[in-house]
């Protein structure tokens, strides 16, 4: 397969119309179509099913359509890398993360390269565990900022001087707005909006005291910003970290900790034996002065 190839196909995909696509890609209507059957032809599977108006994919064109991105994106990466400054450090570093105040240090790391006179882009990745490693893997992210353990066969880490404090996002009406913290019992009758990644984090099950299936869950989430809106909404109550939603003014959300209290260490990963470009090294190395200061 040709990336260029692939590129007419991810077009088509997102024009659902091969004559639209062909007219941004500035090729004719038949010499595309040609190239669509030859690379069906070349996989040896259908990627379209071709209406009047309009193109849909396939199960095997959905699957490609997402092995392609990453592919394109795996180029532009590379490309970008080797095309670098042979004196100046420039280039992009790629980031995977959930949401989490640490992400805080990262930037810090990067407002330290361009005062430095680096001319580094931060291409971040917003996601849970599995979405950053997957990535990772792949070769997609340069680094992966992540909760809990690792697989220390596979990736190298930096621990960050950071905690994330987990508690209860709710409406500033709600009565459990009214306490200091929150215990679990106090939530057991309450309806819930978990953190996907919180559902299999050991330290939260253990301070629940139930399993999941024992609780009234309303919803789940893994970005927490439309998390809040549900619970604006009056769907349920959201455990999450601390200092993710704002809270104060008219906001109409208020915030409070666990009791005992729950914090979670977050750390930067990234694969063994990885060749890093030089802004990805630059950053690395700036983010552990960063750690070292915070000490």
């Given at each position: 397969?040709?990336?260029?190839v692939?590129?007419?196909?991810?077009?088509?995909?997102?024009?659902e119309?091969?004559?639209?696509a062909?007219?941004?890609?500035?090729?004719?209507q038949?010499?595309?179509?040609?190239?669509?059957?030859?690379?069906?032809?070349?996989?040896?599977?259908?990627?379209?099913?071709?209406?009047?108006?309009?193109?849909?994919?396939?199960?095997?064109?959905?699957?490609?359509?997402?092995r392609?991105g990453?592919m394109i994106?795996?180029?532009?990466?590379?490309?970008?890398?080797?095309?670098?400054?042979?004196?100046a450090?420039?280039?992009?570093?790629?980031?995977?993360?959930?949401?989490?105040?640490?992400?805080r240090?990262?930037?810090?790391?990067?407002?330290?390269l361009?005062?430095?006179?680096?001319?580094?882009?931060?291409?971040l990745y917003s996601?849970?565990?599995?979405d950053?490693?997957?990535r990772?893997?792949?070769?997609?992210?340069?680094?992966?900022?992540?909760?809990g353990?690792?697989?220390?066969?596979?990736?190298?880490?930096l621990?960050?001087?950071?905690?994330?404090?987990?508690?209860?996002?709710?409406?500033?009406?709600?009565?459990?707005?009214?306490?200091?913290s929150?215990?679990?019992?106090?939530?057991?009758?309450?309806?819930?909006i978990?953190?996907?990644?919180?559902?299999?984090?050991?330290?939260?099950s253990r301070?629940?005291k139930?399993?999941?299936?024992?609780?009234?869950?309303?919803?789940?989430?893994?970005?927490?910003?439309?998390?809040?809106?549900?619970?604006?909404?009056?769907?349920?109550?959201?455990?999450?970290f601390?200092?993710?939603?704002?809270?104060?003014g008219?906001?109409?959300?208020?915030?409070?900790?666990?009791?005992?209290?729950v914090?979670?260490?977050?750390q930067?990963?990234?694969?063994?034996?990885?060749?890093?470009s030089r802004?990805?090294?630059?950053?690395l190395?700036?983010?552990?002065?960063?750690?070292?200061?915070?000490?």
């Amino acid at each position: 397969m040709e990336l260029r190839v692939l590129r007419y196909f991810l077009a088509v995909a997102r024009e659902e119309n091969i004559t639209r696509a062909a007219g941004y890609l500035h090729l004719t209507q038949p010499t595309l179509s040609r190239q669509l059957m030859e690379l069906e032809k070349e996989l040896g599977k259908k990627l379209f099913v071709r209406g009047a108006r309009r193109v849909s994919l396939t199960e095997e064109g959905m699957l490609l359509r997402k092995r392609a991105g990453e592919m394109i994106e795996l180029e532009e990466k590379t490309l970008a890398e080797l095309q670098q400054d042979g004196e100046a450090v420039s280039g992009g570093v790629f980031i995977g993360a959930g949401e989490t105040d640490a992400m805080r240090m990262a930037g810090r790391a990067a407002c330290q390269l361009r005062r430095e006179g680096a001319r580094v882009c931060c291409h971040l990745y917003s996601g849970n565990s599995i979405d950053v490693t997957e990535r990772l893997d792949r070769g997609l992210l340069d680094f992966g900022i992540l909760l809990g353990p690792i697989d220390t066969r596979k990736y190298d880490s930096l621990l960050l001087p950071a905690k994330d404090i987990w508690g209860v996002l709710m409406p500033a009406g709600h009565p459990l707005a009214k306490k200091k913290s929150i215990r679990a019992e106090e939530l057991w009758d309450e309806p819930l909006i978990l953190s996907r990644q919180g559902m299999i984090e050991s330290d939260i099950s253990r301070w629940l005291k139930k399993e999941i299936g024992q609780l009234h869950v309303a919803a789940t989430y893994n970005l927490v910003f439309n998390a809040s809106l549900m619970v604006k909404e009056g769907v349920g109550l959201a455990l999450t970290f601390d200092r993710l939603v704002g809270t104060g003014g008219e906001s109409g959300l208020a915030f409070r900790p666990l009791s005992p209290k729950v914090e979670s260490g977050m750390q930067v990963v990234w694969k063994k034996y990885q060749v890093h470009s030089r802004a990805a090294e630059r950053f690395l190395a700036a983010l552990r002065a960063q750690c070292e200061a915070a000490e």
